[in-house]
């Protein structure tokens, strides 16, 4: 009699144990969100959201909508503003890690949807996909844990609608074996507004749980790649290869200034998984050199323009292994941009400005690719162009480097190295080009800055007197 009742209560617990388990989502990749002004209101925006996902192996199944966190001014589940939307799926798209056909395959789905927001302040937009994928290395557990991203725009009625930047690139980064990768999570912003990039910590929420405010999750800091504040270029630093998936997260802070004062005026960020693989022996190919107007320049080197203007950028790249041949292309957002083929090694940018380009600084990826198999090697460059009014001389611009800082943003201390060994004198301007600090930098290069706490948050430059090495300080 036993046996028997035990064996009828055998299906009840296998199924209580399923309900105990976190939902499994296998194979989702990333995420990120954007949003644009619906008929100019300051209100009213149409938000997109791109999410990715694998196709081999199973797969994650997003539905035809998904859901859009909404909170007011900070994080409060209990904030009667509080409001749920819906974006409904529009297409599907693949991607790929460059390489053969039959390689591993993403798939981005691009979800769209309009949201009214009912008062001024700063929203953050939000979405919860459960779960993340099995075996991240960075992050343990990592199926107990959901995916995130966000965006915020402040809805200020003293400003005009605001339009989010967009990341550029469709190259999601990877890497195979010990050797530098240089990916771009370059973003376009179509109203011109100074952009500053810096790496954030992945969140989510535990066991699958969907909430207004996210929570931070066990995830150690990508140990590959850093990103240039600036440019939004991605590195990698030296590492030790250990195979396996990987996740990292890049915020992209977008200021305007009103009324005189620099102001955070919206972020957008992206969440992603990337391969780590073992090498093939394939060298990744690279950008040379980049030529404009006839002279040749370092291809970081900032490119200055002014609108109504034809900028032509050619660029020169090169491959280790013999006998593999290169291609070209850009995801490049910004309306007259064309990339067109030279040669084997080179290949011409082009960007036709109009004359009421928003001025400001723009970013454009450029992407060189070999053919090997099963996985192409690439490099992504991206390149600065700055549209402004100055009168531009007619001779050779002097070179200039920007400098990559750290943290970014920071709150009590800063630090960057400068190219080159040797004290040397550093200037700190505020946004009104005023000098708050003389600093020296230290047999090394190194400089490091601890302003006052009096001295306001905001954007910061750090340059040589010279102007030629320059650094983006945001201070939070």
């Known amino acids: 009699m036993i046996p028997s009742a035990f064996s009828r209560l055998l299906p009840l617990l296998g199924l209580l144990l399923l309900l105990a388990l976190p939902t499994q989502a296998t194979h989702i990749v990333g995420a990120e969100i954007s949003y644009a002004p619906v008929a100019g209101d300051h209100r009213r925006y149409l938000v997109t959201a791109k999410v990715y996902r694998e196709t081999v192996n199973g797969q994650v199944n997003f539905g035809p909508e998904i859901e859009l966190h909404c909170r007011l001014n900070g994080c409060s589940a209990g904030n009667p503003t509080n409001f749920k939307d819906r974006l409904t799926r529009i297409s599907t798209s693949f991607l790929s890690y460059t390489g053969c056909t039959g390689g591993p395959t993403i798939e981005q789905q691009v979800f769209v ?14 979405l919860f996909e459960a779960n ?23 809805v200020l009625s003293a400003m005009p609608a605001n339009t ?33 990039y810096h790496m954030t910590d992945p969140q989510g929420t535990p066991a699958g749980g969907v909430d207004f405010c996210p929570a931070p999750i066990p995830a150690t800091p990508s140990p590959h790649f850093t990103v240039n504040s600036a440019s939004g270029e991605l590195a990698t630093g030296p590492f030790t290869l250990t195979i396996g998936n990987y996740i990292m997260a890049v915020r992209v802070d977008e200021y305007r200034r009103v009324a005189s004062q620099w102001t955070k005026i919206g972020s957008v960020m992206r969440d ?23 002279t040749t320049q370092p291809v970081g080197q900032l490119v200055r323009v002014n609108p109504g203007r034809t900028v032509s950028l050619t660029l020169t790249a090169t491959d280790q292994n013999a006998g593999q041949a290169l291609r070209f292309s850009t995801d490049a957002l910004i309306p007259g941009v064309t990339l067109q083929t030279l040669s084997a090694t080179q290949a011409r940018l082009t960007w036709q400005i109009p004359a009421n380009q928003p ?66 004198p550093v200037q700190i301007l505020d946004g009104l080009g005023r000098v708050v600090a003389e600093l020296r930098s230290q047999a090394d290069g190194t400089v490091s800055w601890r ?12 340059r040589t007197p010279d102007g030629r090495q320059v650094a983006r300080l945001l201070r939070e």
Do not use: K
């Open 272 to 294: 992603i998984m990337y391969p780590v693989r073992s090498s093939s022996g394939n060298l990744n190919p690279t950008f040379t050199t980049l030529t404009v107007s006839g």
């Open 359 to 424: 001025l400001g600084r723009y970013t454009i990826p450029v992407v060189v690719a070999d053919n090997a198999c099963p996985i192409n090697g690439t490099e992504t460059r991206t390149l600065t162009v700055q549209v402004t009014n100055l009168v531009l001389s007619s001779q050779p611009p002097q070179p200039r480097f920007e400098l990559s800082a750290y943290p970014m943003p920071f709150r009590e201390q800063v630090r960057f190295q400068l190219a080159g060994p040797g004290a040397q």
């Open 164 to 196: 989010s930047p967009v990341f550029s690139s469709t190259l999601l980064p990877s890497i195979c074996g010990s050797q530098f990768h240089r990916f771009s999570f370059a973003a376009f912003d179509a109203d011109g507004d100074s952009l500053v």
């Open 451 to 462: 302003p006052a706490a009096s001295l306001a948050p905001g954007l910061y430059l750090a």
């Open 113 to 126: 949807g309009e949201v009214n927001f009912p008062n001024v302040g700063l929203w953050t937009m939000s």
């Open 132 to 154: 993340r994928t099995r075996s991240i290395v960075n992050l343990v557990n990592s199926d107990f844990y959901t995916m995130y991203a966000e965006a915020q725009v402040n």
